[in-house]
């Protein structure tokens, strides 16, 4: 499977002030190229804590999109997606799934949420390389990460992200906001992944700066 990271933030790194606010960090014309890249993608990915927070719809909208939406995917080892979230109101219309380390709940499965039981790896969650390889088995080839931080730092820990796109907003938000990257438990420069730039373009008053795996 081909995973593309994507990070919205501030110039120092940030997706959110500490009280939580993120609504929107980027332009619209940031926005509007995530959408495209949804668009070129099999699946979109989130964790609990982001599908939590935001209650995102995770679809393409574009205005002259028409083909198929990508499967929403949350990674939620003990299942807390509300029944009343906009991903499990709108799962019989758009393929959701609900990746855990438990047996599915029925109150996500009435819905038409499927729930792809995967064995526990460290504290717990799905391990992400077995995440990985199930979505893959699914039929889904191309996984666009969103977020939220920890999300993002486990699959670079995990040496599984093979590009990255980063959209920049020209705002500084201090040390207080919420990283878009979580720990990474680095004691060393050599542990750090590497990436290539392959390209850096403006967007409206962002930068957006393409990187792929070495």
Not at 105 to 134: E, I, K, N, Y
């Amino acid at each position: 499977m081909f995973v593309t990271l994507k990070l919205a933030t501030s110039l120092d790194g940030r997706i959110a002030t500490s009280a939580g606010e993120s609504r929107w960090i980027t332009g619209p014309e940031a926005r509007a190229e995530v959408h495209r890249l949804r668009a070129a993608h099999d699946a979109v990915l989130v964790g609990a804590e982001t599908a939590l927070a935001d209650d995102p719809e995770l679809t393409v909208r574009l205005p002259d999109y028409s083909d198929p939406q990508p499967t929403r995917v949350v990674l939620d080892s003990r299942q807390r997606l509300s029944p009343t979230s906009r991903l499990a109101r709108t799962a019989r219309a758009v393929p959701t799934l609900v990746v855990s380390a438990s047996p599915p709940s029925a109150a996500l499965t009435d819905l038409g949420v499927r729930v792809l039981q995967v064995a526990p790896g460290a504290g717990g969650r799905p391990d992400l390389a077995a995440v990985v390889a199930r979505l893959s088995g699914e039929g889904l080839h191309r996984l666009f990460v969103e977020g939220g931080g920890q999300v993002a730092a486990s699959f670079l820990r995990a040496g599984l992200v093979d590009a990255l796109e980063w959209f920049r907003a020209p705002l500084v938000l201090g040390s207080e906001g919420r990283p878009g990257i979580g720990a990474m438990e680095i004691a060393a420069l050599s542990q750090a992944p590497r990436l290539k730039r392959v390209d850096v373009r403006e967007v409206g008053s962002d930068l957006w700066e393409r990187y792929e795996r070495i």
